[in-house]
């Protein structure tokens, strides 16, 4: 579907035990902004999000979209799709008859996103809401994509983001999410979080274990990779829901 970039990475491990792993090297940190405050952010970065955020983002949303492997007729979820990169790609691969829905919290990027999919003269399918409480039934989606979101959640919202994400995927429903890692923590990150320390609502994203995560919610993991950005651990983990 895309192209890996694998070989922009420092590493490209890829784990598949579901076995729960040690004890995490310290404790993840809180994102205490509002959600109205991330709102307002990612709307007025919408028009240039993609010349600021891309050169670090697109390689590893593109690991997650082939990890992921929609095919057509699948019914699938980018939650948080920003300004449509994933949706876009999601959208062709569903084609012809399936279909590919983008949510995202802030109106401005849910219109880069209608423009961006217009302009590759697909049907945009794009909702403007908070990931954590979903506008759609139960069982509605074959697949779930969301890179760099699940971590804007602060920590005790992740378990209940999860259980949202599972409640409007099939019984054999799958998701491949894409998140900052605190699993391979260095210097770049403490550095990082430093930085999202002092300015919460502009580096909102935080580094987060996000196979843990998944294991101890009762995901089955299928597939696991580590790899870096600009020096930060992503981690990109395709599994089944509990
Ligand atoms: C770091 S960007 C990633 C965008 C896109 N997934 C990508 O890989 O390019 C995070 C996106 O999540 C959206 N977002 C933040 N909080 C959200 C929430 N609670 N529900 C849905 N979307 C949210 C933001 O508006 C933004 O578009």
Request: hydrophobic content about 40%; cysteine-free.
């Given at each position: 579907m895309?192209?890996?970039n694998s070989d922009n990475y420092d590493t490209a491990h890829r784990l598949t035990s579901n076995d729960l792993p040690s004890t995490p090297p310290g404790p993840i940190a809180r994102v205490p902004r509002p959600k109205t405050d991330a709102r307002d952010w990612y709307d007025a970065l919408s028009d240039w999000y993609d010349i600021v955020a891309d050169p670090f983002e697109a390689p590893?949303?593109?690991?997650g979209l082939d990890v992921l492997e929609a095919t057509p007729g699948?019914?699938?979820l980018d939650v948080g799709c920003g300004t449509g990169s994933a949706l876009l790609e999601l959208s062709r691969a569903v084609t012809p008859d399936g279909l590919a829905i983008g949510l995202d919290l802030a109106p401005g990027m849910c219109q880069t996103a209608r423009d961006r999919l217009t302009a590759?003269?697909?049907e945009p399918d794009i909702v403007q809401g908070d990931g954590a409480t979903l506008p759609f039934a139960d069982g509605v989606f074959d697949a779930l994509f969301a890179s760099f979101v699940l971590e804007l959640f602060d920590t005790p919202a992740v378990r209940p983001v999860l259980?949202?994400?599972s409640r409007v995927l099939a019984s054999d429903g799958r998701l491949c999410i894409v998140s900052l890692s605190r699993r391979r923590a260095g210097p770049v990150t403490w550095l990082y979080e430093a930085v999202h320390e002092r300015l919460p609502t502009h580096v909102d994203c935080r580094p987060i274990y996000l196979r843990e995560t998944l294991l101890e919610a009762g995901f089955v993991v299928h597939d696991h990779r580590e790899i870096s950005a600009w020096g930060l651990p992503v981690e990109v983990v395709h599994c089944e829901i509990p």
């Open positions: 895309s192209g890996t590893a949303r593109s690991v699948e019914r699938v590759a003269d697909l259980s949202e994400w």
